[in-house]
């Protein structure tokens, strides 16, 4: 993952001002007032692109029969999104944005969610075969 977001910082380097955004789903708002489908996609994108790393961080805890783990994952999707977003601010490659770090949050507490639920049906499923 790292290796791949550090290609497309490279790759797409350019010189920007820096810029945040401390207001929430303001990407909703804007889709709505100016038409723009993208903007709303954008967002559901982000979410969809950390389930898989929701899950990632829940098999490598192996705790995965704790609901306590889906929200250890969540918080620490929300870290590495942080992450991103700072070095995003630092390098002067986008936009430091509360909006994806609210979305790649989500994803990955939705990918943690779906991995908790299969463990426990494989679980509840091993347990009744036995």
């Known amino acids: 993952m790292f290796i791949v977001y550090s290609m497309a910082v490279i790759l797409h380097y350019k010189r920007f001002e820096r810029k945040v955004n401390f207001q929430l789903f303001i990407s909703y708002k804007r889709a709505i007032e100016y038409g723009n489908k993208y903007l709303f996609y954008l967002g559901i994108e982000n979410a969809l692109a950390f389930v898989p790393i929701g899950i990632l ?4 805890l192996k705790r ?21 977003e700072v070095v995003q601010y630092i390098f002067v490659v986008g ?36």
């Open 57 to 60: 961080i829940l098999i490598l």
């Open 64 to 84: 995965e029969k704790k609901f306590s783990s889906v929200l250890l994952t969540t918080v620490l999707s929300g870290a590495f999104s942080l992450l991103i």
């Open 95 to 130: 936009v430091f944005d509360v909006d994806d770090l609210f979305h790649n949050t989500l994803g990955g507490f939705l990918g943690a969610l779906l991995a908790f639920v299969v463990f426990r049906i494989r679980n509840k499923t091993k347990a009744e075969s036995s």
